[in-house]
């Protein structure tokens, strides 16, 4: 179904149910998150080891509470592309990408990836995960690891000790999903021609191959020059070229945030990747707002690169490049699924946008959970519905 108008609207997400987070973590993990404080924490030592709480994953106040936002609002995202309501859909606050079944992992807890993947597969035979963070996606690849119906592809800094110390090349994928997981594994300093151009070749031949019905980009401005723990050389343009190519595909899009520790750069990034996806382009001059101390001493978008050495080598990009390509040779054909009833949401939203009178006054409650201007929708060229056949 095409629709001839889309609006651009911001929604507030549901929380996500515990229910809905069992449906990939272990039931007595969510109990866990939901129950321990840092009050409390003292009465539960063993249940922190082996939950993985503690130095890298803290125990915070509200935490159940924050994983349930994030993670709902990558659920939230990923229902309203298969309801056909939008064709892109963001949740900067998701893509926390490193959360196991039953343990937290690099300061993430919920692993909202892997939950809006599945609510994906409800809907579409084959989804693509691709990863642009500096650290190995190595959550949402484990999850998915013996599966042909989700391929993840993933490009980040791999050897030297660094966490989490998974992504060689030689992971593959095993059983039904061997050669449906994609490691890329780079070294330090890797630039935005460097990048990009391995970026597009390898995506590019990964959609053709694929026929992904849905793509979520996890999209870690850790990978940017100047962060405190990453070790790339990519400017904010370099970042959000990668964002541009994945949206020319026009194939329903979930994009998420995920690691950045520069947090100003990390806001320059997901503004400019946000006017990207919106078809805006952005002012290079930051208007005046009340964090704008932050941005100074410029005030600008845009921040240069480093003067620094690229590790990466024509020759080394290029062996990672066939052997990638040799992989996706291992794959004859797009692979197919008998598509079962769709089983229903969790949770639906208690009103339909379509149907909302613009001049009907509605209680802060409705308003709380939708913001949009009337003035903005997508028609014509600008509507990038792709109907995927797996209806």
């Not at 539960?44 to 709480?53: G, P, V």
């Not at 999850?143 to 993840?152: E, I, K, L, Q, S």
């Not at 052997?323 to 769709?342: C, D, K, N, T, Y």
Request: with cysteine; hydrophobic share 35%; net charge negative.
């Amino acid at each position: 179904m095409d629709f001839t108008r889309r609006w651009r609207y911001m929604s507030r997400p549901h929380k996500a149910y515990p229910t809905e987070l069992a449906q990939f973590h272990s039931a007595d993990y969510v109990e866990f998150l939901h129950r321990i404080t840092p009050d409390t924490q003292h009465l539960y030592a063993s249940e922190l080891t082996r939950y993985n709480l503690g130095e890298d994953c803290p125990v915070f106040d509200d935490l159940f509470e924050f994983c349930q936002i994030y993670a709902g609002g990558t659920l939230d995202a990923a229902r309203r592309l298969n309801h056909k309501t939008c064709d892109i859909a963001i949740n900067w606050a998701g893509g926390l990408h490193h959360a196991k079944k039953c343990e937290a992992s690099g300061f993430c807890y919920i692993n909202d990836l892997v939950l809006g993947i599945l609510e994906l597969l409800k809907y579409h035979s084959r989804v693509l995960y691709i990863d642009i963070d500096v650290h190995h996606g190595d959550g949402v690849e484990e999850a998915f690891y013996f599966t042909d119906r989700v391929m993840t592809v993933s490009f980040h800094k791999y050897g030297d000790m660094f966490f989490p110390g998974t992504g060689d090349i030689k992971d593959i994928g095993d059983r039904e999903g061997k050669y449906y997981a994609i490691n890329i594994p780079l070294k330090d300093g890797i630039d935005d021609t460097s990048f990009t151009r391995l970026f597009k070749t390898i995506i590019a031949k990964v959609v053709e191959t694929y026929l992904p019905g849905a793509i979520v980009l996890q999209c870690g401005a850790d990978s940017l020059a100047r962060d405190r723990l990453g070790c790339f050389n990519l400017s904010i343009e370099g970042h959000a070229e990668c964002v541009k190519f994945v949206k020319k595909f026009k194939i329903p899009l979930l994009v998420t945030g995920g690691g950045g520790y520069t947090k100003e750069n990390v806001a320059r990034c997901w503004a400019v990747e946000t006017g990207v996806l919106l078809d805006t382009d952005l002012p290079n001059e930051i208007p005046d707002n009340e964090y704008i101390k932050y941005f100074g001493p410029d005030y600008t978008l845009k921040v240069p690169n480093l003067n620094m050495d690229n590790l990466n080598s024509k020759t080394y990009l290029s062996s990672i490049k066939v052997q990638v390509m040799e992989s996706l040779r291992a794959i004859q054909h797009a692979p197919g699924v008998q598509m079962q009833e769709v089983p229903p949401d969790f949770y639906i939203p208690d009103f339909d946008e379509d149907e909302l009178d613009p001049d009907e006054r509605v209680d802060q409650h409705t308003q709380d959970k939708q913001v949009h201007r009337d003035d903005e929708y997508y028609e014509g060229d600008n509507d990038n519905d792709h109907d995927d056949g797996a209806h």
